[in-house]
């Protein structure tokens, strides 16, 4: 009603429902009033706790106990210490006691991202695990660097939890869990069938033969991540998880040696018959895993992961693709690292094409930037568009190698590092510069030619230059390239659904 006024309670309860900060900070820049009522829900939304902080974090927290720890949504822990500490960084005593606080007292607080639920100190691991079990668990919970132990612990967790992503390939004691009498008993993957009600996301990681699908179904789950499974039934899964809209999925190649595939293959084909995964729209995986899976009805997104024998790869996935009948085809090279082997694979190998591809996405994690000034990457590119020449949204996502094996703290920018191989001079605009040397615009047009119906493309050199670009066909065969605003460029890609290419954190094993 006009004229209306909600007095500061009521301000606050409206804002303590919002799901994200971003809602916050846009409802708090509506008046200063209001800013100054969401000022602690914006600066506690995301705690971030590590040994140099903590001291710091608590003192903070702790002014107006406890209402400063009502406004904590995110907790992210750290188990790095301060610098110069000859403490064994897995005891990161002060991180833990601010962390089961929280836990205990933040009773909003839905999502937790640590390396690991098990410390290897005994206190400190009794500390943080009791907090887990005697109050609900977030309901989003990543582990990013877990051991095998980190299931037992959220097997004994409650609460309505709806997303777990959890990294772990080997026990506490660094062996991969499987026991053989003498190194103690095998690890036994828990059932996780106290979260069939809420699970959405389940994401288990690298583990091998260890997974076991939950005794009742999961009926919410709508993304599952299976890598090195042995697990090769697709009926099994579909009981486990029936409402599945996206899948990633690789085998473990131990067990294909053993075993016949071509007994689940036909068995998988078989399945599909009976109507499982009527909301299946994505799927990610390699080559082998896809005739494994043998998945048959429409997708809207495929996306294939190259390794090596790249020429094979790209046949097989003009193989599968008609089959899928995808508006979206994402493709990640992972290993390619000279121009011959590109070239081998690409252009001597690949023979055909299929016309119904809209979007195509290229993923180049792992370039040398001699590849790069060899013009590789085009040949690259070229290939794929020849192969789907009816894309008119194409994404290239390129990173080099350079940028890969240093830490953080270390790392400088693609510009940078590709600025001192290409010899520009330090006083230059770095991206004016790299977006020269390499040709950008002129990459644009060249492909854009090779692909006439490609109207958008999305180039990502690193994790510092993201280049939208508009593409005319005009008479006679004249292309024009105008390069877009990025929130204009953006808008363009959520529009169509692939905002980010490859938005999963693909891991190197696959």
Known sequence: MPGMELNVDCLDTVMSWLPTRSDVL????????IYQIARGLLLYWHVHIYEEVADYMSEALHQEFPSRFQYIREL????????????????????????AKILRHAHRLNTLRCPSLYLFDERARNVLINACWTTPAPRHLYI?????????????MRGPVTTLRVAAAVT????EGYGNGADGPAFVFPDLSRFAQTLQELDV???????????????????????????????VLALAFPNLHELMYTVDYLALARDDAKKFTGENLRTQADGVWPFLDTIWSNGRSLEILNWRRRLKRLNIICRSAIGDYLQQLLK??????????????????????????LMSFVWGSYAGVENLIIDIPRCDVEMAKRDAIYDICRALARMFPSATHV??????????????????????RVQKVLGLGTGSNRYLALQGQLGIQDFVLRLAKD????????????RDSKLFWKIEQGEKKKVTARELAYNEGRAVLEKRGVESPFGHSLRVWL
């Open 320 to 345: 599968i693709v008609p089959l899928v009948s995808p508006q979206t085809v994402g493709v990640r090279f992972w290993d390619i690292t000279r121009y011959e082997t590109a070239e081998l694979g």
């Open 26 to 33: 846009a409802m708090a820049l509506s008046c200063s009033e």
């Open 395 to 416: 994404i290239i996502r390129v990173r080099f190698l350079e940028d890969w094996p240093l830490p953080q703290d270390q790392m400088g920018t693609l510009a940078k």
């Open 76 to 99: 992210t822990l750290d188990w790095r210490m301060e610098p110069g500490t000859a403490e064994f960084p897995g005891v990161p005593r002060k991180t833990v006691r601010l962390a």
């Open 451 to 462: 692909l006439p119906p490609m109207e958008f493309a999305y180039l990502e050199i690193g």
């Open 144 to 156: 990013m660097d877990g051991v095998l132990e980190d299931w037992t612990i959220i097997a004994q």
């Open 205 to 235: 990681g690298l583990l091998g033969g260890h997974f076991r699908v939950p005794s009742l179904p999961c009926r919410r789950v709508r993304k599952l991540t299976l890598l090195h499974t042995q697990q090769r039934d697709v009926r």
């Open 172 to 175: 506490a004691a660094g062996g």
